[in-house]
């Protein structure tokens, strides 16, 4: 049993245990997008903080492994629903009698490890042992990976800036660790029942964040000033690292605010037991930054954030009273498949279709009022998955070749989707765009009308382009906002249904 699947470790290690042959159960309040991405893996919907679903989760489970980490994602309130999440799941676990918990979390000689929330003074491994059931807890130093926070606040600061001001934070050792590292350590517990209690694992290497930005200088042949302070810095570091780096302040603080101790291996003897030789911090690197240049990105450090919708169910597409609706609909002289396979990359590094000027400037505006913005770009530069983000988009249905469906997440007055069908045709295809929005009061109506006649303008050329990119489009001209016999009212001008 996997908790915690959507994450940037549990995705991975889902992977992981299915290649191995085992049968794994996944539990999550959206199933979607998990049974979309582990077709082999048996996924449930429940929730930690629900005891009534944790009992039929668990039936049968001979191992659990706890990767909820809702303190992480800045969320109110989240530090004591972990704890409550995890008292619920120990207690469950006692009663199906499950024989272990696995459980990660960070190095720490303060009292707070990064992948720990605490509440009350206990921590959540603790809460997890409360019942009795054996728990292993994997104590990590920082995690290096290709799409990991980490990797990216070095990668981001060091490619971006010619010149870097060091706070105290940055010269506190700790010993990073490859993702690959973890995950095997994480799936040899299966083969190690009798290693139980704390086992903190590291790398072969005692760095500095600043001696790990110079090897990543070093290994890209950059030259750069890293210019220490005395200050330590943290938060300011934070605003810093968020408008220099995909990863915003509220997840860069507690990373940087747990460098106040070292994050070293303080008692090596319990990881022994696993005969494992994690691979330097320049090994790490260059495999991290090698999957990222040919664009194998796993998971990334964002692939839960936002999913959760800080503890409410996301909402799905539902056409009713008071729905906008905007709907452009252009022929295209090629296979549906080949449309599609444009539609499916948009957004990202690529850039959208048209006007992307005004899409990164729109970026920046909901970042200025505290939204994702467009810096989370995208994993996979050609292909998406459910529940992917794609800059402030989250990828809520996808059906190769026929449809793809994205759910806004930038602060906007109401709930808004961008839709893509693409029909056959008896000359090749049809490609059908319809944004959607559901406004939440006077505020909302008045977003959709002002910014219509840019909408109007930006909507009727992204179809356009996608169109000409799919090779040729048919001569037949863009058909505008037509109303379509499936969605009775529905009209380009905004009109309800």
């Known amino acids: 049993m ?47 903080l629900d005891p009534k679903s944790l009992g039929p989760a668990l039936h049968d489970a001979e191992a659990i492994y706890y990767l909820i980490y809702a303190a992480s994602r800045g969320e109110a309130g989240a530090a004591e629903r972990d704890l409550n999440g995890a008292r619920n799941v120990a207690a469950a676990a006692a009663l199906a009698g499950v024989g272990r918990i696995i459980y990660l979390s960070g190095l720490s000689t303060g009292s707070r490890g990064a992948l720990a929330s605490e509440g009350d003074g206990h921590s959540i491994g603790d809460e997890l042992g409360g019942a009795g059931a054996p728990v292993t ?10 799409g990991s926070a980490s990797l990216e606040i070095v990668r ?37 029942p009798d290693v139980t209690g ?64 070292p994050l070293v291996v303080r008692e090596p003897g319990p990881a022994r037991a696993f005969a494992l030789s994690p691979m330097t911090y320049e090994a790490a690197l260059r495999l991290a930054l090698d999957r990222t240049a040919r664009n194998e990105i796993e998971t990334t450090w964002f692939d839960a954030y936002s999913v959760s919708h800080h503890g409410r169910a996301a909402p799905s597409l539902e056409l009713g009273e008071g729905m906008l609706v905007d709907r452009r609909s252009q022929a295209v002289g090629a296979p549906r498949d080949v449309v599609f396979a444009q539609v499916e990359q948009i957004g990202g590094a690529g850039g959208w ?46 059906r190769r070749p026929e449809q793809l469906r994205l759910r806004a997440e930038m602060r906007v007055p109401g709930r808004a989707w961008l839709q893509y069908d693409v029909e056959e045709a008896p000359t090749g295809s049809t490609l059908i765009q319809t944004a959607f929005f559901e406004p939440r009061g006077i505020a909302g109506f008045a977003y959709w009308y002002v910014l219509l006649p840019i909408h109007s303008v930006i909507f009727r050329r992204m179809v356009v382009a996608l169109a000409s990119r799919s090779v040729a489009p048919a ?7 037509k109303p379509r016999a499936d969605v009775p009212g529905v009209g380009g001008g905004g009109e309800k249904t």
């Open 2 to 48: 996997v908790l915690g699947a959507s994450g940037y470790v549990g995705g991975r290690l889902v992977t992981r245990l299915l290649d191995a042959g085992h049968s794994v159960t996944l539990m999550a309040r959206e199933p979607a997008p998990l049974v979309d991405r582990f077709p082999a893996a048996n996924v449930m919907r429940g929730d930690a």
């Open 137 to 146: 807890e994997f104590r990590t130093s920082v995690i290096i990976g290709s």
């Open 156 to 192: 981001h600061l060091m490619e971006r800036l010619p010149v870097i001001v060091l706070p105290r934070w940055a010269f506190t050792t700790c010993q990073p660790i490859g993702i690959r590292d973890v995950l095997d350590y994480l799936v040899e517990a299966l083969r190690h």
């Open 198 to 261: 704390i086992v903190e694992i590291g790398g072969p290497d005692l760095l500095s964040y600043g001696e790990m930005m110079r090897t990543y200088a070093d290994v890209r042949g950059m030259r750069r000033l890293l210019i220490p302070i005395p200050m330590f810095a943290a938060r300011l570091s934070s605003w810093g690292v968020g408008l220099v780096t995909p990863v915003p302040a509220w997840v860069a603080r507690p990373l940087l605010e747990r460098l106040h101790d």
């Open 353 to 398: 279709p048209f006007a992307n000027v005004l899409w990164r400037i729109r970026g920046i505006a909901d970042r200025a009022v505290g939204g994702v913005g467009m810096r989370l770009g995208r994993r996979d530069a050609l292909r998406l998955r459910v529940g992917d983000a794609l800059d402030f988009w989250r990828v809520e249905a996808i």
């Open 475 to 481: 001569p037949a001209p863009d058909s505008g906002a």
